[in-house]
């Protein structure tokens, strides 16, 4: 695991573009950009279903932890992650 964190940190670290420098924002930014637009999906996939396929009985799946709580906090934090991401400069 350790191995695998560091091969990714060095592939990071690596991924420049010959117009970074003119650029306000560069590939690292692109990088990170995908990876909150990554969590927010997550999010909003875990905040999918709960209802009932009846109209006349009530699911209480649908207040669920993961519905309730994980998945807005996801949202949010990928949204927040979008912000870091656009305004980190390298």
Known sequence: M???????RRRFNSATDKNDDSMPVTMKNYILLLAGFVVIIIGM??????GSDSPDEFNYAMFSWRRITLAPILVVGGFAFEIYALLKRF
């Open 2 to 8: 350790k191995n695998a964190i560091e091969k990714l």
């Open 45 to 50: 996939a875990l905040m999918c279903g709960g």
